[in-house]
């Protein structure tokens, strides 16, 4: 989802930070990935913010449904399709054919996309159906909704072990803790500030919580996320042309970023790098993105 240049011009820094912390999270053996994982609740975030901060009474369900279908199922159809050619040849990238399979896609990072386009659905509908209830509410409702859902965690993880289903549990979480960041930017500066507060604090202890649950990722990764967040609404900073310009390409890098670690597995072998894989996954995918966008086309698939 695309933002103003003038509401929130960190969250383009973020949004470049959040791309680089997903190529970090799946580069095999590196150091800290866990904290990467962060990039991912960085994204579903400013998604579900910026759309809680959007009037909504003006878009019915079926126009926001084709929107967000244009955006997020239309490249989700096109990339799995260009995974599974490369599956023909490189079979442990193909899922099997089932519900699950077909959600994960035919490389696993692309169970974010269907993902995406239910999740923000669900924000649309709910904040479609809360339109008259005082923001207040919604505010103190979603944040014991994110703190009972995470103590709960730990068991939800256990329930659901395979792919997409895991994934889809992990991200649940951002639907109502992005709804309660979103509110809260309606209410006073001061009062404002002080929920954004204790939702860090909130988000800390969580953590610690999730750690001692044997749920170190998962908490760590939250807790990061939700904070660089908050810190993106709190900090104002004038709008970068080049950074502006990178975070449009964040979205390929997310899509393309495996294909290329394949190149560099074709090119160094095995046992290429972590410090290699990272670099090219970014930068390579990035560029990538860069090419493809040039064309009409390639930005109804990027």
Request: proline share 5%; hydrophobic share 55%.
């Amino acid at each position: 989802m695309s933002i103003p240049p003038t509401q929130f011009p960190a969250f383009d820094s973020l949004k470049v930070i959040a791309a680089f912390g997903i190529v970090w999270f799946h580069t095999p053996n590196a150091i800290g990935r866990e904290i990467g994982y962060a990039g991912l609740v960085i994204f579903l975030l400013i998604s579900f913010i910026v759309l809680s901060i959007r009037p909504q009474s003006s878009t019915t369900y079926l126009k926001y449904l084709q929107q967000r279908g244009k955006r997020l199922l239309i490249p989700w159809i096109f990339w799995s399709i260009f995974y599974s050619l490369i599956a023909i040849r490189q079979s442990y990238f193909f899922h099997e054919f089932s519900l699950s399979g077909i959600l994960t896609g035919t490389t696993i990072h692309l169970w974010y996309l269907p993902f995406a386009f239910l999740a923000s659905f669900s924000v649309f509908v709910i904040l479609k159906l809360t339109e008259k209830i005082s923001v207040q509410l919604l505010v103190l409702t979603g944040g014991i909704a994110v703190m009972l859902w995470l103590i709960a965690y730990p068991v939800f993880e256990t329930m659901f072990t395979s792919s997409p289903w895991r994934q889809w549990n992990y991200g649940a979480v951002s639907i109502p803790l992005g709804i309660t960041l979103g509110q809260a930017l309606k209410l006073p500066t001061r009062q404002r500030d002080k929920i954004l507060l204790t939702i860090a604090i909130m988000m800390i202890i969580l953590s610690v919580y999730l750690a001692q649950m044997n749920q170190f990722g998962t908490g760590i990764s939250y807790m990061i996320g939700t904070i660089f967040v908050i810190l993106a609404l709190l900090i104002s900073i004038p709008p970068s042309y080049f950074i502006t310009k990178l975070s449009a390409l964040t979205f390929g890098i997310y899509l393309l970023h495996p294909f290329v670690f394949m190149i560099c597995y074709k090119l160094y072998g095995g046992n290429v790098s972590a410090g290699i894989l990272m670099v090219s996954g970014f930068f390579g995918a990035g560029i990538l993105t860069a090419i493809l966008r040039q064309f009409s086309w390639g930005r109804q698939i990027i």
